[in-house]
């Protein structure tokens, strides 16, 4: 639903919302099956971030840090996570989602590609003959193409993420049992609901970026060449969001906020609630042998 409507709008310009919904849906089922609407999972972020707060509450950095937290002690109060200060929140969750978009960037270029009906599924068979066309048709810069939008999306989203989930865990567990706020807060039904709030919120927020970025992944070179969008064989955030805003207007940058906040909210909560409480399971475990 993000990539840019090359003609279904000039084909159907009536087309509600949520009729382009159920045709997205029915589109992507009927010709890949349920499969299609698989998306990959975020090993690589949970331990970087839990290993990069632990360093940060260790090594007692000011503003970041929280004076005497130590994370042996924090875990055995209910939480896997280091406690860290507000900025320190965002500060690591930034740093940790943008370093692991690098990385992964070449393969979102793949995936993004391969979801997109802009190109032919059989350019795109493998990832390793996926990474040789993009190589081909746009050179190294090519692998990187919509990173800017990807890191001012990711950045923002993590920081926000950790800063609203650990603020949410400390005020729903005080709303529980008076004094014991830290203890409530290794509790499923906290992580839980702190995840999905949390992720909604911040889903919210980097929403314009995330169009940004998937229009920069899925939209043919020869289109932003007609469109005056490249630079070097790689569109500017920039003079995306421009495009996007001249062609399609302000109300572009919502399309499919409804499906992200729903998927963030569960993937979230799934995500953060297993590596929370399986973590705990397994510091406590440890500390009792």
């Known amino acids: 639903m993000q990539q840019e409507p090359l003609h279904a709008l000039a084909h159907n310009p009536t087309e509600t919302r949520t009729q382009r919904l159920v045709r997205t849906f029915q ?18 972020y949970f331990y970087t971030i839990h290993e990069l707060r632990w360093l940060v509450a260790v090594w007692q950095i000011p503003w970041l840090s929280v004076e005497g937290a130590m994370h042996a002690e924090h875990a055995e109060a209910g939480s896997t996570l280091a406690k860290l200060s507000t900025p320190g929140n965002l500060a690591t969750g930034a740093f940790a989602r943008v370093s692991i978009g690098f990385v992964l960037n070449p393969i979102t270029v793949v995936k993004s590609r391969f979801e997109s009906s802009n ?25 990187f ?8 999306r990711d950045a923002p989203y993590a920081g926000l993420y950790l800063a609203f989930y650990e603020h949410g865990k400390h005020l729903l567990s005080r709303l529980v049992l008076d004094g014991t706020a ?44 007609q469109e005056a969008l490249k630079r070097r064989k790689s569109a500017t955030a920039l003079a995306v969001a421009r495009h996007v805003l001249k062609t399609n207007g302000i109300g572009a940058f919502a399309d499919g906020l409804g499906l992200r906040c729903a998927r963030k909210a569960a993937s979230s909560m799934i995500g953060w609630s297993i590596f929370e409480l399986g973590n705990r399971w397994a510091v406590q475990g440890a500390t009792r042998k």
């Not at 040789?132 to 692998?143: C, E, K, L, P, V």
């Not at 193409?145 to 001012?152: D, E, H, I, K």
Request: aromatic share 10%; hydrophobic share 40%; net charge positive.
């Open 119 to 143: 190109f032919a599924r059989d350019a795109y068979p493998t990832v390793r003959s996926s990474l040789r066309s993009i190589y081909r048709d746009a050179g190294f810069r090519g692998f």
């Open 145 to 152: 193409r919509g990173y800017s939008a990807t890191a001012l």
């Open 27 to 44: 589109g992507i089922t009927q010709k890949d099956g349920w499969k299609g609407l698989n998306v990959p999972g975020v090993a690589a």
């Open 182 to 225: 830290q203890v409530n807060s290794g509790k499923w039904w906290v992580v839980g609901t702190s995840s999905i709030l949390a992720g909604t919120l911040a889903t919210i927020v980097t929403q314009p970026f995330d169009i940004i970025k998937t229009r920069m992944q899925t939209t043919p070179t020869n289109i932003l060449e």
